[in-house]
């Protein structure tokens, strides 16, 4: 309670007196003024620190003067100017903004709702009909109409495998044909996985489009992800120089596997027969894995193991026999386990727009974000007839001035041709139809605009922002200046190096402390 009323008082007197005296300053070292706020702001960062303590106060001071010395000393020495901490800074400033515009409560949501997903592993068939690279809406309509005519005799009678595997060996369809044992989610396009998650067991789809094609999907089956597995397995393998058929094969397998049973020691015999050389003198052990990272026979089998030390008989894959011994079992992982590695997923791919539509419908908010959709109209109207990235499509689009968004904020409208020169700038969209193409390039132009907006409005009214800027600044300074005067001598020597650089920092730079206002923290 002590340190929470501490800084809380601290926190107080600081907006207090800030209004009265517009920040004063505490101390100017080496003629650069420390305001009160960055003095509270690091302070309140040492639990060891009580400002209500005259004799806390004063070791502290005494401190802070001390940093703020060898930070003076960094900057007479020029490493601000060096290119490796001007990167440094400029690398933790990008990170600082991205921390600062983001939802983190939104971003949460959407990836638990990703990691939901991840404990159900679906199996399925799907039928895709292609679409060009570049395609248009009269491109799509006749590549779904091909796919909705497949689609109805499916739904009229039709055996979905057979009607796939024709259309695949059919040199004239362009249909690819797939039976999926494993699907797991952000490993397909975003209109793909919405479409296979919403359906249940034995279910069609209608066609869904994605930058590929039209699917139509047949779930086959949902089970729960079953964690991950470590084994040890035992390789039978025909050798090059004496190959055996499978019959003999499988007998030696079945030789060592009544070996186990009876009791020999498992290692051994991984090291007296396997042929997996990567493994044959570590006992067999592979690495943790989960579903989808093995050649399917070996992993049902394995998972097919219920507990640790139980034995498989010899199953058959395309290397070979194995014998296949469970060594250890782990559930799905937690979502804190999880969370940033779904993030970086999400945040690398056509997903980041979900990550970040939390934030997007924030920032349009503050900025009184208006579209005017007749207008934006008129630029799909377009891509009926041209892909946004032809030459023909600009040339169009440069000639119109209708404002397509308005920032009420800023009393600022937008027209089409900025938004076509936007484009024509920057091409960061992978969709291949042409109003897909459009929309995210419109969701980034927006992003865009808005985040530049708030970062200026960071940087001149956060003070948060502006003090973990500065602290990281003195930070790099201080850790250069103190690896080249005290850390890079003998461990023995530092603490007198430390010494005698701190008295002659003192006899170097001249140093004021405001007592007046840091005595009034005790008040």
Partial sequence: MRKIFVLIAGLHFCCAYAQQLEDPTVMTVAGVEVPLSEFLFLAQKDNEVNLLDKKSLENYVELFKNFKLKVADAKSARIQESRSFQEELATYHAQLLASYLSDKAGEEQVIRKVYERGKEV?????????????????DTLEVFNKA???YKRIVAGEDFNALGQALKEDENSEVIYEEIDYVFPLQAFMAFEEMAYSLSEGKLSTPVRTPLGFHIIL????????????????????AESAPEDDEALLKRANEVYA???AGEDFGDLVKNHSADESTRFTGGILPYFSVGSMVLPFEQAAFALENIGDLSEPVQSRFGYHIIQLLDKQAFPSFEEMAQSIYSTMNQSEWNHELKKSMDERLKEKFGFI???????ELLKLCDDYFPTDQEFYDRASKMTKPIMRLNTIERDFPQDEFAAYMRLKTWSKYTYSKDYLN???IFFVREILTTLEKTDLEEKNPEFRQLMNEYHDGILLFEISTHRVWSQPVEEQAKAEQEWIKELNETYKVEINWNVLNNLKN
């Fill in 219 to 238: 779930m086959r089956r949902k089970t729960i992800e079953p964690g991950s597995l470590q084994v040890a397995h035992i390789l039978f393998q025909s």
């Fill in 148 to 150: 909705n005519a497949i």
């Fill in 259 to 261: 070996k186990i049973k």
């Fill in 371 to 377: 579209c005017y959709p007749e207008a934006y109209e």
């Fill in 440 to 442: 995210e390039m419109f």
């Fill in 122 to 138: 679906l199996t399925l068939s799907h039928i895709m009909f292609k679409l060009p690279e570049k395609s248009l809406p009269k």
